[in-house]
């Protein structure tokens, strides 16, 4: 193991450094606002990515000049919006939803951003929509139900095109990512992602740990050679 260069930090302080951080360069504005509480008071699930990490996304998708953006897993569409304004004006955002419910709140969303005529919302389970799909997207991003991670990866490769690049978000789990034994099928799932990445020759790849408000966690990034 290295040296750290920076001794452990105190938890609480990675939520008020995000806080300085997404305040200062990347602030949620009155619609990314209003989509969180809107999300709150309908009960989905508090699982958006967070200012900085929605930012991280559109600059990789500026950074790919991404026109077509894959995103598997749309909850209340927080990340759809921010990677939709990252997009020219004929670019798009495919994103599927399995839960009919949480959809009706994102297309909800989406409508006040202003951005439904770049996003193509997609009802069903991804596993049901992704064969029907036609690639080549530029940026995938995959947050969806962690157990079937491994066959939103084989759909991934399928979709894209040398140069795309696929995140995967949620992948260090507060660290239980390294239990090889772990009974939770989310772990389990995330596990079996990473494994089939690293034996993907295609695949130039690597995972960076996050902190912040949302914990402890960390995406997956790899990028496709050919
Ligand atoms: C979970 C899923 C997510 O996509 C996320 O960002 C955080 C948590 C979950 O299912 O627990
Ligand atoms: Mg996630």
């Not at 507060?174 to 034994?181: E, R, T, Y």
Request: proline content about 5%.
């Amino acid at each position: 193991m290295r040296k750290p260069d920076y001794p452990d930090a105190d938890p609480r302080r990675w939520s008020l450094v995000d806080t300085y951080f997404s305040d200062l360069l990347c602030a949620d504005d009155a619609v990314l606002i209003e989509c969180l509480e809107r999300n709150s008071r309908s009960g989905l699930p508090a699982h958006d990515v967070s200012a900085t990490q929605g930012q991280m996304l559109a600059i990789y998708a500026k950074m790919v000049g991404a026109k077509r953006v894959l995103e598997i897993g749309t909850l209340g569409g927080y990340s759809t919006i921010r990677l939709a304004r990252a997009l020219p004006d004929d670019g798009v955002v495919v994103t599927i939803e399995a839960n009919a419910n949480y959809a009706d709140v994102a297309r909800m969303n989406l409508k006040r951003a202003g951005v439904e005529g770049q996003v193509d919302l997609r009802v069903g389970k991804a596993l049901d929509v992704l064969p029907g799909l036609i690639g080549p997207f530029d940026l995938i991003f995959i947050d969806a139900d962690k157990p079937n991670n491994p066959n939103y990866l084989t759909h991934a490769l399928r979709l894209a095109r040398p140069g795309t690049v696929i995140v995967g978000d949620n992948v260090v789990r507060g660290g239980q990512v390294i239990d090889a034994v772990s009974g939770d099928a989310n772990v389990q799932g995330v596990r079996s992602f990473l494994e089939l990445i690293a034996e993907e020759p295609r695949l130039t790849s690597t995972s960076v740990q996050t902190v912040g408000e949302k914990g402890w966690d960390g995406f997956a990034l790899a990028f496709v050679e050919r």
